[in-house]
Each structure stands twice: as C-alpha cells, then as structure tokens.
C-alpha cells in the first residue's frame, strides 16, 4: 500500500518561498499521478495541482503563476514550491496520489498525513 | 474557477439517511461524470469515499452513495452512524482540465 509523507519548514517570512517534499513509499513515483492540496485553517480543501506523465503538471489557474510541482524519480519524492508566499498561504498542505479507474484518474485516493504551513515575519 | 456549493452544516439522528448536495455548473458537475467525495474527521486528511459519481472505493461502507442531476451531485449516508459525524467535501473535474472543491459541509449526528 502507497504511503506518503511531506515533509519541509513549518515557519516561511513573507515573500519567500515555500517548498515541500512528499516522499512516496509502498510505490514507484513513475506509476501514478500525484497531487498536492491544501487546507487553511478552518477553511476548505484548494486543489493546487497535478504531476502526471513524468513530470508533467496541471496547476490551479489561482496559483498557477507562482506555483512549480516536480518530481524526483532516484528519491521517489515529489515537490511543490510556492513563490512569494503570503499570510493567505498558511495552511495544512497536502500531498496525494491520485486514484485511476481505468482512463479517469481525477480524484486522491491515498493522502499524507498533512503539514502546517504558516507565514509570518 | 469558483468553489462548488455545498451546505455549509447537515444533521440527523442516529440510523436516519441524510443527503449532502453539491451544486457546480455544466462546466464541471454537469458536464462530466467525475465527482468525487471526501470525509474528514477533525485534525486528519480527508478520506475518499465516493469517485467517479457513484463509485465506492474497495472498503469503503455501502452505507455511502452517491449521484447526479444535471449540476448536482449528491451524497447519501444511509444508516446514520456517530462515526460518520465529520466534514464532507465534494470536488469534481472541470472544462479547464482543473480539479475544483466544494466548501465543505459538516455533519452532526444528533
């Protein structure tokens, strides 16, 4: 069974950026598609984007600017960055790998266990 | 691209059935059969339980279903359980080839 783990600073200042790594485990990241969502607190899921296809992506249009997803296949780890990050990017940030039923692969069918984010000087 | 729209909270007794909607647009809920369904006890990552509109995952109670009409999805939990008290989020795929939430709904058994 795939298990997955993030991992990265728990504190990020103001306009720096965020990045994190899933470490995946249980599986070969080359197999399956992969996401990351995140959670504000008290708020609701945001999809922030797909990893796919060796390293193709598929980002949220919100974000998409200042969002990179990749992929390294020696680690079997995946990594979101975020850039210029604000208060509005404190959040429980997930990763998950996507779930496929013959060709529809669009929802996460196995989750980390999730990392709080919070920015702030 | 906008949120699905869910109620914000739902209730019921224990054993009732009770149903959560989850309304989008012919962009997404009503155009493509690709609705999924998480529950999410407090503090822990969401649980798939519903995908595809009316699929279960394998292990997942038969006491959850789940449909479609027109740009409505819904979920029903038959057989209400204190277990089942958690948050419930809807999410579909869109034209944009972008995955997109509902806000959320909590349920309480009462």
């Known amino acids: 069974q795939v298990q997955l783990q993030e991992s990265g600073p728990g504190l990020v200042k103001p306009s720096e950026t965020l990045s994190l790594t899933c470490t995946v485990s249980?599986?070969?990241?080359?197999?399956?598609?992969w996401s990351w969502i995140r959670q504000a607190p008290g708020k609701g899921l945001e999809w922030i984007g797909y990893l796919y296809n060796s390293g193709n992506t598929n980002l949220n249009p919100s974000l998409k600017s200042r969002v990179t997803i990749s992929e390294d296949t020696p680690k079997n780890q995946f990594s979101l960055k975020v850039t210029s990050v604000t208060a509005a990017d404190t959040a429980v940030y997930y990763c998950?790998?996507?779930?496929?039923?013959?060709?529809?692969?669009?929802?996460?069918?196995?989750w980390g266990q999730g990392t709080l984010v919070t920015v702030s000087s | 691209q906008s949120a699905l729209t869910q109620p914000a909270s739902v209730s019921g007794s224990p054993g009732q059935p009770i149903t959560i909607s989850c309304i989008g647009t012919?962009?997404?809920?009503?155009?493509?059969?690709?609705v999924s369904w998480y529950q999410q006890h407090p503090g822990k990552a969401p649980k798939l339980i519903i995908y595809?509109?009316?699929n279960r995952p394998s292990g997942v109670s038969n006491r959850f279903s789940g449909s479609k009409s027109g740009n409505t999805a819904s979920l029903t939990i038959s057989g209400l359980r204190a277990e089942d008290e958690a948050a419930y989020y809807c999410s579909s795929f869109t034209t944009s080839s972008t995955l997109v939430f509902g806000g959320g709904t909590k349920l309480t058994v009462l």
């Open positions: 249980g599986g070969s990241i080359r197999t399956y598609y």
């Open positions: 595809d509109v009316t």
């Open positions: 012919s962009s997404d809920v009503g155009l493509f059969d690709y």
């Open positions: 998950a790998r996507v779930h496929c039923s013959g060709t529809s692969c669009y929802s996460f069918g196995s």
